[in-house]
């Protein structure tokens, strides 16, 4: 998914904020929900952060077209991992592993296989 940084993603030297990175690997986890006209979080129940970890390399600043490329690492009953990235020109600037948990009124339960299907799109690193 492209992002380009905007004025409110930085500090006042022009470099991207590093919480909002986390951010733009929310949104192009949202969109790919949002491509197949549903939600990350519906009646059968919601993903939740359990872990993560977060490395960053190189700053991005002011007016950047930045790429987040998510990968599926892991799936099982009722969490999945990914692995994320935010390029620019195919040079990663940030990466992350991230667990999420599916849970329905506050309990972890097996994620529905129609939520499966979406999230296998990222089984080729999209």
């Not at 986890?29 to 006209?37: A, D, H, P």
């Not at 939740?48 to 099982?76: C, F, I, M, Q, S």
């Not at 990235?85 to 529905?112: S, Y």
Request: with cysteine; proline share 3%; hydrophobic share 35%.
């Amino acid at each position: 998914m492209k992002i380009r940084v905007y004025y409110e993603d930085t500090d006042a030297a022009g470099i991207v904020y590093y919480a909002n990175y986390l951010k733009f690997c929310e949104r192009a986890r949202s969109e790919l929900f949002f491509e197949k006209g549903k939600t990350p979080q519906s009646e059968e129940g919601y993903f939740v952060v359990k872990h993560l970890e977060a490395d960053y390399r190189y700053p991005a600043g002011l007016g950047d077209v930045l790429n987040v490329v998510t990968k599926l690492v892991e799936k099982r009953k009722a969490s999945i991992t990914l692995l994320q990235r935010v390029e620019k020109e195919g040079e990663t600037l940030f990466e992350m592993r991230i667990r999420l948990a599916f849970l329905k009124e506050g309990k972890p339960v097996k994620i529905p296989d129609s939520l499966y299907s979406i999230v296998s799109a990222w089984e080729s690193g999209e």
